[in-house]
């Protein structure tokens, strides 16, 4: 960067923007536990008692549950401070993502719901992203998705997630803009989303020096929505997906990415599609990167 932009150099880099840097022959670590801090006392739950996990297993909430409206302005607050927190705790991003679902009309049972996270966040507040040495730098990405998730839309949530060497560097959890008639179309949608992300990270690290050979790998565990991506024929099954999620099949032809197969129990990106139980929790954020710092 120094050779594109005037810049000086300031030593390692150990505070920025609420962000705290580690770095050591070990590797580097980011967190944001000061930033924690403030956000529980904020809501006043410093204090709380800690949750294994951010949402219970199976819930169904919906925009017209709950009986109480709770005050908008200190939703959207609670709502906004998660948000930030996801930039270093991955584990976070379904829930969060979930909740902001409510922002509109909050009442009372969303409001627990957010409570319950920080309870959450009480429990794994010195938890952070840690990027071990490796030499192995290759993108890598999981895609997956729930079907029919949204007990108001009956819409479903696509996750991904990438890594390069160790951890993860970019990861969503998003409600899906169209109702999935299947699993398959689900799992589609999905890939399509996850493709554009594989390609755009790739422009960035070619930016930075890092040029990335041969197709980026990006795991699914459908596949029917594998075959599909694979094959350019229309069928009963497929023929009414809409035009732009069939660009997963433009980035396989031009060997930018290739979609393999992995089983459901491998799936990084099922953390950003639904709640899990503490046990596969705890596997799947250590398996991202998220560690004690």
Not at 65 to 70: K, L, Y
């Amino acid at each position: 960067m120094s050779q594109r932009f005037e810049m000086t150099n300031l030593g390692l880099l150990h505070f920025c923007l609420g962000i705290e840097v580690k770095q050591n022959e070990n590797g580097i670590y980011i967190s944001q536990k000061k930033y924690a801090k403030e956000l529980l006392k904020r809501f006043r739950l410093e204090n709380a008692k800690s949750i294994a996990t951010p949402m219970e297993v199976g819930v169904k909430i919906g925009k017209n549950d709950g009986s109480t409206m709770v005050n908008q302005t200190l939703f959207r607050s609670l709502v906004g401070g998660l948000l930030y927190l996801t930039t270093t705790r991955p584990d976070l991003t379904y829930a969060v993502s979930f909740l902001s679902r409510f922002m509109e009309s909050p009442k009372d049972v969303h409001w627990e719901l957010g409570k319950r996270i920080l309870r959450y966040v009480v429990g794994t507040i010195n938890y952070g992203l840690h990027y071990y040495p490796v030499q192995n730098l290759n993108l890598t990405g999981y895609s997956d998705s729930d079907l029919g998730g949204d007990v108001d839309t009956c819409k479903s949530t696509s996750g991904y997630v990438f890594s390069i060497g160790s951890s993860a560097i970019s990861w969503s959890s998003k409600k899906q803009s169209i109702v999935a008639l299947s699993t398959t179309e689900s799992e589609y949608v999905a890939l399509a989303s996850a493709g554009c992300q594989a390609r755009w990270l790739k422009s960035i690290l070619e930016e930075m020096g890092q040029v990335q050979e041969g197709p980026t790998k990006l795991f699914c565990d459908n596949k029917s929505a594998i075959y599909l991506s694979k094959n350019p024929m229309f069928h009963s099954k497929s023929k009414h997906i809409k035009i732009k999620f069939h660009f997963i099949r433009e980035l396989i032809k031009d060997k930018e990415v290739e979609v393999l197969y992995c089983q459901s129990q491998d799936q990084l990106a099922d953390l950003f599609t639904k709640p899990l139980k503490k046990e596969l929790l705890i596997k799947m954020r250590k398996l991202i990167g998220v560690n004690e710092v």
